[in-house]
């Protein structure tokens, strides 16, 4: 099978765990190439759910290689405790996991940072999951973040870390009153968790490139979505990574002409969690109503997530930065009950019609959405197992998508579970 990318085309929670999960059984190697543990991927096997946050979701197939890209950055005591739980649920983690040496740890006065930044903030906070994601990043790209190769340095570690832990406890007494943290204890953790996760430790980009040239088929694990990145998404209310499909080579050291196939995932309407602005978000009642139906709160943070329509100027706009080869709909069981459902098909800028995402966020923000409006089709679509079984309004609003985007709809999701999953042929 071809090296397929698969990415989150709105703000994330899009369901993409449940289509790695599907896709991974015909994949041999999955692998996560940025974010953190600020990603929250459900997965669904009969009665059990699984809620992953740093392994790749194609964990939960035996014989399959999961791997941490060198764009992730690692909590190594929430790794710890994925590890664990998956152990405990009889998942083989040890056999199949791969850990890039390069990837940056998260440390505490990183999520001590993002807690603290965001109540300063106040009515400009971001709405971050508070895991440490921003600074981590920030201390990468300021080039005094510590790999998790440097752990099994302990003279390495130990300079690093006093010279971060100095600038950092400063900052904190100085600006936000807090007493900071102490070297001696971060030190001696991260000592022995370095030690725990070693035996997973590999040059990854050699490794997958050499896998390519064994003819093994890759599949690169998409975290947040297409408007948080942090270059395309809606800036500043985005995450530290590229969580387009760019993000993938450049988070695992495979070069672009290696990928074949680029599916965005988007839901039948749109969600998102944390600040920001979002043109076709519902009002109160439509937005109770799905977020109860389609259960929208966060798998990591269980905050209550923001419900809209489906806002296809967003997905065009998608489309054309991940340079999507096709896309998946998932959750359209959520609008099973709806009368009539919109469609945000333009933006209107005080006098002016928008037809494309705006790159000045300043416009997005004051941006009203120009809908068109479609049938609901009032059945119960989760017992459906056959695109052609579906009821034809449903048929209508997804070929209206995938014709206003001029993209081939693959697969439509109508539940959780792998069974509720329409594949096209
Ligand atoms: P991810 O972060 O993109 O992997 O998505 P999340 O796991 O955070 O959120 C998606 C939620 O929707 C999960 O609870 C999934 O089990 C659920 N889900 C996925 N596909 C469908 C679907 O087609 N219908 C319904 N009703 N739920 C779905
Ligand atoms: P998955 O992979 C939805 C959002 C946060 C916040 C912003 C910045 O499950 O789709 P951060 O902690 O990354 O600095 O927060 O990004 N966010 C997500 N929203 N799904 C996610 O991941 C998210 N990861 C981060 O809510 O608005
Ligand atoms: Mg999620």
């Known amino acids: ?108 006065y990183h999520k001590l940072l993002d807690e603290l930044r965001e109540t300063k903030k106040g009515k400009a906070k971001i709405g971050t999951t508070k895991r440490g994601i921003g600074p981590c990043y920030g201390d990468k790209v300021s080039r005094c973040g510590i790999r998790l190769t440097e752990l099994l340095n302990p003279e390495v570690l130990k300079e690093k870390l006093a010279f971060n832990i100095d600038e950092k406890n400063a900052l904190m007494r100085t600006l936000y009153d807090h007493k900071g943290v102490s070297l001696d204890e971060i030190y001696g953790r991260y000592l022995e968790y370095g030690r725990r996760l070693s035996r997973y430790m590999q040059n990854v980009p050699l490794f997958l490139n050499k896998a390519i040239s064994k003819g093994k088929s890759l599949l690169f694990e998409g975290a947040q979505g297409t408007f948080l990145d942090i270059d395309h998404g809606t800036y500043p209310y985005v995450t530290s990574s590229s969580a387009t499909a760019g993000g993938a080579c450049i988070g695992s050291g495979v070069g672009p002409i290696k990928i074949d196939k680029v599916i965005g995932v988007a839901k039948a309407y749109t969600t998102r969690v944390g600040e920001g602005p979002f043109p076709a978000e519902f009002a109160e009642e439509m937005m109770q109503k799905i977020r109860s139906k389609g259960k929208e709160f966060g798998a990591t943070t269980g905050r209550p997530r923001r419900c809209g329509w489906l806002d296809v100027v967003l997905l065009k706009n998608a489309s054309m930065i991940n340079g999507l080869t096709e896309l998946v709909l998932t959750k359209l069981d959520v609008l099973d009950d709806t009368d009539k459902i919109k469609v945000c098909v333009a933006y209107r800028h005080g006098n002016r019609i928008i037809k494309d995402f705006p790159s000045n966020m300043e416009v997005l923000e004051n941006c009203r959405p120009v809908y068109e409006e479609l049938p609901g089709w009032k059945e119960n679509t989760s017992s459906i197992s056959k695109y052609r079984s579906l009821p034809s309004k449903a048929r209508r609003y997804i070929s209206y998508i995938s014709k206003f985007l001029k993209k081939r709809i693959s697969m439509v999701s109508v539940g959780s579970e792998r069974t509720q999953t329409l594949i096209r042929v």
């Open 1 to 108: 099978m071809a090296n397929i990318v698969l990415v989150g085309a709105q703000w994330g929670d899009e369901g993409k765990g449940k289509i790695i999960d599907i896709l991974s059984e015909k994949s041999d190697i999955i692998i996560r190439f940025q974010g953190g543990n600020n990603a929250g991927h459900t997965v669904v096997i009969g009665n059990e759910e699984f809620i992953l946050h740093l392994i790749p979701s194609g964990i939960l197939h035996s014989k399959k290689v999961c791997v941490i890209g060198n764009g992730v950055v690692v909590d190594p005591e929430a790794l710890i405790e994925e590890i664990e739980m998956l152990k405990s649920r009889d998942i083989d983690v040890d056999s199949s996991l791969i850990i890039s040496d390069q990837v940056h740890v998260i440390f505490p």
